[in-house]
């Protein structure tokens, strides 16, 4: 069965610091990756999903991420993290062919300081 | 419409009594999914509509929970008996492909509180 792990529950940087939010997966192929953001009192919006092809994902709001699939992973970045990056992040897995719904991971909370 | 709305934003029922949430998916998306999402918690699978096939209800906690799609469009999620385990925001989310592969739009939920 699929499954997704997001080691972080909560992580604090600094605004203009690096940011790198970790993401596992469980699946026995090659799957479909989506990253999406969650502002307070929002719904979740995507950031940006990998399917094949190149394992550098650009996305939205300035994230990438990369797909490893040695390691299994699909973790976010961003090279400045601005004070409206503070929101909660979530890794989702879907399974290629058929229909498909996502598997999510429990979020990882991002709070920024000035 | 232009994103997926989801009605009412907040409800607050006793335990017990039954509720609906109902969400309007974005016109022309055929999959159409619920999730909920409790208080610290990862969003949580509940139900899948696709087109005119049968649903994937395989996430439904417990056989208080049931929904629905009308044509194709609105979807009812109802929940019978409420307990205070039910408190969660329920989201709404709905795509264009049934494979779900160009991502979900997702509703702003509705905040449900069991007292």
């Known amino acids: 069965a699929q499954s997704v792990t997001q080691p972080d529950i909560h992580i604090t940087v600094s605004e203009g610091a690096s940011l790198e939010l970790r993401c596992n997966y469980s699946?026995?192929?090659?799957?479909?990756l989506f990253w999406y953001v969650q502002s307070p009192g929002q719904g979740l919006q995507l950031l940006l999903k990998?399917?094949?092809?190149?394992?550098l994902v650009q996305g939205i709001k300035g994230f990438e991420a990369e797909f490893k699939r040695s390691q299994s992973s699909f973790n976010l970045r961003k090279p400045s993290v601005h004070w409206s990056d503070a929101a909660e992040y979530f890794c989702?897995?879907?399974?290629?062919?058929?229909?498909?719904?996502?598997?999510f991971g429990a979020g990882t909370r991002l709070a920024v300081h000035p | 419409g232009a994103g997926v709305s989801q009605s009412p934003s907040n409800k607050v029922t006793e335990k017990g009594k039954d509720v609906e949430l109902r969400c309007d998916p974005i016109?022309?998306?055929?999959?159409l999914y619920w999730y909920r999402q409790s208080l610290g918690q990862g969003l949580e699978f509940l139900i899948y509509?696709?087109?005119?096939?049968?649903?994937?209800k395989s996430g439904l906690p417990s056989d208080r929970f049931s929904a629905e799609r009308t044509g194709g469009s609105v979807s009812t999620l109802t929940i019978q008996r409420t307990q205070q385990e039910d408190s969660a925001v329920y989201l709404c989310?709905?795509?264009?492909?049934?494979?779900?592969?160009?991502?979900?739009?997702f509703g702003s939920g509705t905040r449900l509180t069991v007292v």
């Open positions: 509509f696709q087109g005119n096939s049968a649903p994937d």
């Open positions: 989702a897995v879907g399974a290629t062919g058929g229909y498909n719904k996502l598997i």
């Open positions: 016109s022309g998306h055929t999959a």
């Open positions: 990998y399917f094949s092809g190149d394992t």
């Open positions: 989310a709905s795509s264009l492909d049934g494979q779900g592969a160009l991502g979900y739009t």
């Open positions: 699946y026995g192929a090659t799957p479909y």
